[in-house]
Nanobody
Framework: QRQLVESGGGVVQPGGSLRLSCAAS????????IGWFRQAPGKEREGVLC????????YYSDSVKGRFTASRDNAKNTVYLQMNSLKSEDTAVYYC????????????WGQGTQVTVSS
């Protein structure tokens, strides 16, 4: 069964950092672009960024530029979302998705992990 599993969410104070993981099973991530999305309560899902198979990062949200970045560890079949200088408005459920390219429709997606930024 091909699936993505996110982990690493939790509660963090404003200004803190978290690293989310997106692990794949049943297929290898190195040929896929991985998108990160988030959805806050009462809001529509928002694109955060996408890391291509060649490790180019495309940002969908100006609010995370300079604070968030992505990387991949193909040996672990995992992509990471490093989130620094977190703000309360970053509170959301974060999802990762797998695409053949950042502009292509998603093929696989995970169940999400909750990130709460609160003092």
């Amino acid at each position: 069964q091909r699936q993505l599993v996110e982990s690493g969410g939790g509660v963090v104070q404003p200004g803190g950092s978290l690293r989310l993981s997106c692990a794949a099973s049943g297929f290898t991530l190195d040929n896929y672009a991985i998108g990160w999305f988030r959805q806050a309560p009462g809001k529509e899902r928002e694109g955060v960024l996408c890391i291509s198979s060649s490790d180019t990062v495309r940002y969908y949200s100006d609010s995370v530029k300079g604070r968030f970045t992505a990387s991949r560890d193909n040996a672990k079949n995992t992509v990471y979302l490093q989130m620094n200088s977190l703000k309360s408005e970053d509170t959301a459920v974060y999802y990762c998705t797998a695409h053949l390219g950042c502009s292509m429709p998603r093929r696989y997606w995970g169940q999400g992990t909750q990130v709460t930024v609160s003092s």
